[in-house]
């Protein structure tokens, strides 16, 4: 799945705000049947997000939509498996993910829907949001679990969880990692940052957003439209760093055409490791570019 900036959260009984997400101007969106959708509401949720798939599914250059079910320890899940899943979606979020035999039940759920609706098998990709001490500590299998792409992080309910204080910002730092390294041992795409709950704070997203990425996450969680520029502006490359890269990847050409597989230069010593990066660097820029192209076609 390609690197997208930023999820938009819409509860999922919410029809008005259902409407509106897929035109907000992020890169997906995430309709949301749990946490978001009181208990009396979860049927009539599910109904809401069918809908609203439905008429997406027929908009040209609509965004990627994923649907947030309810936790596969819930009595929810397998009926909203039976409401959502189809080709107008890209996956689906799994919240509270903490075992495989769980994942093993909601792929085979998934399984029997693709196949009674006549999709190739594995269409429909989960993301599993980590949110306990439970779910670090079983990551290695969780990672290998089937249609896993990657992860997210509820930073919330895993503070709640290990009884640390939200103000300090270490006591997320260890989950944060194990969660990039088993993302990066599995090759699967980098972890989802969680959302940020302080809405008239800008500067603070920003900043938080930058620490995010440079820990080894991509893209972010997002609950309204405003906090969107600040997530795109942290995740997209900066005109100097696409400039640097270019002039890196440039040099180790050159040195190799040379015969040399490293070299000095002004901004230190590259090697096969920092050309990778600079890579990547170009790459998310390139495809932010041609989002943004796609969105905008003037």
Not at 113 to 124: F, N, Q, V
Not at 189 to 207: I, K, Y
Not at 269 to 279: K, P
Request: charged share 25%.
């Amino acid at each position: 799945m390609r690197l997208l900036r930023s999820y938009l959260f819409v509860p999922g009984n919410n029809e008005g705000l259902l409407g509106k997400a897929f035109q907000a101007g992020a890169d997906a969106v995430v309709l949301d049947l749990e946490d978001a959708v009181p208990e009396p509401e979860k049927a009539r949720a599910r109904v809401c997000v069918r809908e609203a798939l439905g008429r997406e599914a027929t908009a040209s250059g609509s965004v990627p939509a994923f649907v947030r079910i309810n936790s596969l320890a819930s009595g929810h899940w397998r009926a909203d498996v039976d409401a959502v899943i189809g080709p107008a979606i890209a996956g689906v979020r799994v919240p509270k993910a903490e075992d495989i035999e769980s994942l093993c039940r909601l792929s085979d759920a998934i399984s029997a829907r693709e196949k009674s609706l006549g999709m190739a098998p594995g269409s429909i990709r989960v993301v599993a949001t980590i949110e306990s001490a439970r779910g670090i500590a079983r990551l290695g299998s969780l990672a290998r679990g089937p249609r896993i792409c990657g992860f997210t992080f509820g930073s919330a309910d895993y503070l709640a969880d290990i009884g640390a204080d939200p103000a300090d910002e270490t006591a997320t730092l260890f989950a944060r990692s194990a969660l990039v390294v088993a993302s990066r041992s599995e090759r699967l795409a980098p972890p989802v940052a969680s959302v940020f709950t302080r809405l008239s704070d800008e500067d603070g997203l920003r900043a938080d957003t930058r620490r995010q990425k440079a820990l080894g996450f991509y893209g972010r969680s997002a609950i309204h439209p405003r906090q969107l520029p600040a997530i795109h502006e942290a995740f997209d490359p900066t005109p100097a760093e696409v400039d640097r890269a270019r002039g890196v990847i440039a040099a180790y050409e050159a040195a190799g055409a040379q015969g040399r597989g490293a070299l000095q230069t002004e901004g230190g010593f590259v090697d096969l490791a920092v050309v990778r990066r600079a890579r990547t660097i170009l790459e998310l820029h390139e495809a932010t570019a041609g989002e943004a192209a796609r969105k905008d076609p003037r």
